[in-house]
Structure formats: C-alpha cells, structure tokens
C-alpha cells in the first residue's frame, strides 16, 4: 500500500514537471514565463543536484583509480630500485672477496648465503657452495666469520665466531701476545692474557696462524673491553667481531690446497 501511494507521488511530479518543461517551451520569453521562472528553478533544483551528485561520484571513482594506478608503479618503482640496491650490495660484496684471495696456500671462492640460524648462542649460517670441506675457513670482506662445520650437497653449514666450540689463535701484529678468542653467544672472550701485554680498548685482533687451520692476518675483533683479575697478573678482555656478517648476501671460502675430504654423493 505504502510502495503503491509513493508510486503515484512520483508519478504526479513526472507528469509536474513535464508540463512546465512543455509551458516554458510554450510561454518561452512571455511574461507569465519569466513570472513562473521561479518555480521552475525550484522543480528543476533537485535534477540540478542529482546531476552534480552523480557527477561527483564518477570523478570520484576516476580519481581514486588513478590513485591506485599511481600506488602500483610507487610500489613497482620502489621494488626495483630495492632490488638494483640488493645488486649492487651484492656486487660490492663480491669484489671485496676478491681482494682477499690473495692468501697462499688456499684455493678461495664464493659462496651464496641460503640461511642464518636463530640460535643466538651460535647464529650458525647456511652457505650454497660445492666442493668445500670440514674446517674450510669462512670470512667477509671485513674479516673471519667462521669454519665450515658440517657439509652436503653444494650446501654447507657454518660455525660462527659465536660459537662457543669455535677457538681461534689470535695476536696482535707487532706485540707477543698469543692468545684463543672463544665466542660468547653475542660476544668474543679472550681470557688470561698477562697484564704486562695486555691489550688496550680498539686495538684489533688478526689471526696469528698458530695451528694452521687459520691462515694468519685475517682481522678477527675489536677489543670492548679489558679487565684486570683481582689479585693476579692477568686480565680478561671482551671484543667483537669485525666482519658483520648477519647482513651478507655473499662470503668467501678458503680451502686449504692439501685437503682433499671433500662431499662426493654416493
């Protein structure tokens, strides 16, 4: 009942609105037009504002899709220049490998890193690499990362520095000192090193070679700090690594040219 009263209202001012267009047509320039002129502009109001409302809508709509066009390229653009950085990261990277082959006695070549470990008393790493073996020597182009621990298929995985089984012969160039750096889960320990050698804080520690797993002159860690033990000739002294490996894409792997115990699949 309701839908059919609202029908007849529409009705009524469809027809209204007919006959005044057909008047003003009619009287067009007459004085009863311009009389009525008025109330035309009343009845034609409401077209008037639902033109100008539909109008709005469909601006609105080319707008917000010429909005989401732009967003797709932003984020197409900014895509690419992330992966051109990541390249070019990449590229540096492996020319500084390169700059260290210069070592003797190691065949040396890159490696991909596949993986880190969340394990952060050893933060072990996960290299894409053939023909690498156990013990074979990890570093950066800043300096020693690790050793190869155990191998597969063009993959091996790597001790870190932070691991606490890892102990590398360390020096300081130009000193006696002789001392084993263990890892620490987020740091490096060097313990009982005579006071009257003791390093000072920032000096740099290298491989020494001492044991000949290590080829000697690589930069190992940056000394934090030196602390004397009460009541004897010795002090204990906390560093971290040089090489921040976490953020490489790519390291290198020295082989020694003797080892032959290579990953053969069966």
Do not use: C
């Amino acid at each position: 009942m309701i839908f059919t009263e609202r029908s007849h209202k529409l009705w009524l001012i469809a027809v209204l609105l007919i006959a005044l267009f057909g008047i003003s047509r009619f009287f067009a320039g007459s004085s009863a037009m311009l009389s009525m002129w008025p109330a035309l502009e009343v009845l034609h109001a409401p077209v008037q504002w639902w033109q100008s409302v539909d109008l709005w809508f469909i601006e609105r709509q080319k707008l917000q899709q010429q909005y989401l066009t732009l967003e797709k390229k932003a984020q197409d653009q900014a895509a690419v220049i992330q992966e051109v950085n990541s390249l070019r990261e990449e590229n540096r990277q492996l020319r500084s490998i390169l700059e260290i082959s210069d070592i003797i006695g190691y065949r040396w070549h890159a490696a991909k890193v596949r993986g880190r470990s969340p394990e952060p008393m050893s933060q072990r790493l996960i290299l894409q690499v053939p023909d690498v073996s156990k013990d074979d020597v990890i570093v950066s182009s800043e300096g020693l990362v690790g050793v190869v621990d155990t191998i597969s298929p063009n993959h091996a995985t790597v001790r870190t520095l932070f691991d606490a089984s890892l102990a590398v012969p360390v020096t300081i160039p130009g000193t006696q000192l002789a001392a084993l750096a263990r890892g620490q889960g987020d740091s490096l320990s060097i313990n009982f090193i005579p006071l009257d050698i003791a390093p000072q804080k920032g000096q740099v520690f290298y491989t020494s070679g001492a044991g000949g797993l290590f080829p000697a002159g690589i930069a190992v860690a940056v000394i934090t700090n030196v602390q004397p033990i009460p009541g004897q000739l010795f002090a204990n002294v906390s560093a971290k690594p040089i090489a921040h490996w976490q953020h490489d894409s790519w390291l290198a792997v020295a082989s020694q040219l003797h080892s032959i115990q290579t990953f053969t699949s069966p």
